[in-house]
């Protein structure tokens, strides 16, 4: 499964993001996840990452960690083909 996370952060968290992040402390999902890409922009305080995990509860876990810094959005994400499937078993 798949998922595409949208990160936020205020700018009073800024120092304690940066200072985590930089550390690696809890920066990449545990496995059996897999980080697929990670993406920022800094001027916005926005960030987007794209996971694979067999389940979304380890992800939930994870983000957890991040939760007194950091606001986050989870949303599946399929790929062309996944969509494709579904759609040929709906029409």
């Known amino acids: 499964m798949k998922l595409m996370i949208i990160g936020s952060w205020q700018r009073t968290t800024l120092q304690e993001v ?49 939760t007194d810094i950091i606001d986050w959005e989870t949303f599946t994400a399929l790929d062309d083909q996944e969509v494709g499937e579904m759609l040929s078993k709906l029409l």
């Open 18 to 66: 940066g200072g985590r992040f930089a550390s690696g402390e809890h920066a990449i999902p545990p496995e059996p996840c897999t980080l697929i890409t990670r993406w920022h922009d800094p001027s916005s305080k926005l960030f987007w990452l794209v996971v694979d995990t067999p389940d979304a509860k380890i992800i939930q876990e994870w983000l957890s960690r991040w």
